[in-house]
């Protein structure tokens, strides 16, 4: 669906963070609604669960980014979007 033709995966061990990218079409995450489907509604939930902070960052034609790290331990590497165009859920 993305139509991407690079994807990089980047891992640090401290604070653990994985970090997914492409350079695909990218969606408006403002369009995501957690009651339709259950994909990202599981992702949410299994962070949850070990008690880790996801969040799925996308602007049309920009591309995707999909971050999973340690709560309240955010790699500096891979800071949470600022600019309204990501898709987070924290239970805190």
Wanted: charged share 15%; glycine share 6%; aromatic share 6%.
């Amino acid at each position: 669906h993305a139509r991407a033709s690079q994807i990089s995966i980047q891992i640090h061990p401290k604070p653990f963070t994985i970090c997914l990218q492409d350079n695909g079409v990218g969606f408006d995450t403002s369009q995501i609604q957690p009651s339709q489907g259950i994909g990202i509604a599981n992702c949410h939930q299994r962070a949850l669960v070990i008690d880790y902070h996801f969040e799925i960052q996308s602007q049309p034609n920009q591309g995707t980014k999909i971050i999973l790290s340690e709560k309240n331990k955010l790699n500096h590497h891979f800071q949470p979007s600022s600019n309204g165009k990501s898709y987070s859920h924290r239970s805190d």
